[in-house]
């Protein structure tokens, strides 16, 4: 099963993805998202003019071969663009290896551990009354656990509350927003810490102990602002907090777990199974939030979660969507098989990008299950796709109250 053919294809549907698809001598065709957010375009050139070249007249059947040739024959390793490229070159070699053997991809990971994935939504909202709103539409949508993200009084624009964006319409349920230049918004971080805890208490009140809530703190804080949430917390039992502070400082979780228990998710601008050794080794993480398009595909994913089981440590993959229905249906796959799966994060596409990827993956009663068809279950309508072009957008950024951009 020779490779005759490596085309990126670019679409921008509800938002911009970047999709491989690599077909075989045999007339099958495989997809791998290469999506990276407000980057996008440096992802294709690297794809096009550095990976497709390589591909083509080899072995499609040899994933474990291919990703460590492109990951160490490029000697400059690493890096997001890099990993994105890799990523989606692996995730496209698994969709061609499961329908040559006419099984689903998680079949061939060994096979199902669990009926379904429990997945969690993003509701949001500027005052109590539209959070609470929030939430109850996404339980009516099925989802049984809930990212609670709040408006914060005296900010006017902040992550995570998509009613915020500068338009007055929503990109595809996330913060990016088209145009030439980022979007600039505003931060103080002593008001949210006072104001979270608040806000999570209400929400207790109002929905009962039952409900697992989560909390994006986005690497706002220092380590020791990012404790000291962890530690108001507590009493309203979170399924865990979200990259409380910024994940390149690995050190820093040691001083957060020394002062709270309230489970920690850290990895989601990870790009290697590296990124983890000690988080994971240490246990001073509970999560992990890599994401297979940033994090080269299925292979490392697996690998990544095979080491974290010997720690306890779960997975909680990152599944916004900036990642495409390929990426997600990648993880899906590796959800469904590994043991130590914990929770999928799921924000639902548009209509738009739906029409462009045909998708077989299921979400009843708060549980996705990727399908039983060949491969990932996920074919692109390229004629579709090309209705749709390219469309500068980019992620916002912060600046303090004295101008200092800080992290978003």
């Known amino acids: 099963m020779k490779i005759i ?41 690297y794809l096009r003019d550095h990976v497709a070249p390589l591909l083509i007249g080899r072995d499609a059947a040899r994933i ?7 990951y160490r024959s490029g000697y400059w390793r690493r890096g997001p663009v890099t990993m994105a490229a890799i990523g989606a070159v692996d995730m496209a070699l698994w969709d061609l290896k499961g329908k040559a053997a006419g099984m689903p991809v998680y079949q061939l990971l060994g096979g199902a551990s669990r009926d379904g994935l429990m997945a969690y939504g993003h ?19 099925g989802y049984r656990s809930i990212r609670v993200q709040t408006g914060v009084p005296g900010l006017k624009a902040i992550y995570g509350i998509a009613a915020q964006s500068t338009t007055g319409e929503r990109y595809d349920h996330e913060p990016a927003q088209r145009g030439a230049y980022p979007a600039e918004e505003d931060w103080d971080t002593r008001a ?8 999570f208490e209400a929400v207790r009140n109002e929905f009962g102990p039952d409900l697992p809530l989560l909390h994006d703190g986005h690497h706002r804080m220092t380590p020791i602002q990012a404790a000291k949430l962890g530690k108001s917390l507590e009493p309203y039992d979170l399924f865990w907090l979200e990259d409380c502070t910024p994940a390149e400082n690995q050190e820093a979780l ?37 994401a297979s ?26 599944g916004p969507t900036d990642i495409s229905p390929v990426g997600l249906a990648a993880q899906m796959h590796v959800g469904l098989a590994i043991h130590n799966f914990g929770i999928q994060e799921y924000m639902q596409h548009g209509a738009k990008t739906n029409s462009v990827f045909r998708q077989s993956f299921t979400f009843t009663d708060g549980y996705l299950h990727p ?28 600046r303090l109250a004295d101008g200092t951009v800080h992290d978003w």
């Open 64 to 70: 474990e071969d291919t990703w460590q040739f492109l």
């Open 293 to 318: 398009t940033h994090f080269g595909g299925i292979s490392p994913l697996r690998k990544v979660m095979d080491y974290a089981a010997q720690y306890q440590v779960k997975s909680g993959f990152h």
């Open 371 to 398: 399908g039983d068809q060949p491969g990932l279950g996920v074919e692109l309508d390229v004629d579709e796709a090309g209705k749709y072009p390219y469309e500068v957008a980019y992620l916002p950024y912060n």
């Open 123 to 141: 509701a949001s909202g500027t005052t109590l009354p539209e959070l609470f709103d929030s939430i109850r539409a996404h339980q009516e949508q």
């Open 5 to 45: 053919a490596a085309d990126v294809v670019v679409t921008s549907p509800n938002r911009n993805f970047v999709t491989l698809k690599i077909t075989t001598d045999e007339g099958l065709t495989g997809l791998g998202d290469a999506t990276l957010n407000g980057r996008e375009l440096a992802v294709v050139s």
């Open 192 to 199: 949210y810490l006072r104001h979270v805890p608040t806000v």
């Open 254 to 290: 040691r001083l957060v777990r020394q002062h709270t228990t309230t489970p920690l998710a850290i990895g989601e601008i990870f790009n290697t199974v590296w990124d983890f050794q000690a988080l994971i080794k240490e246990q001073l993480i509970d999560y992990v939030r890599a």
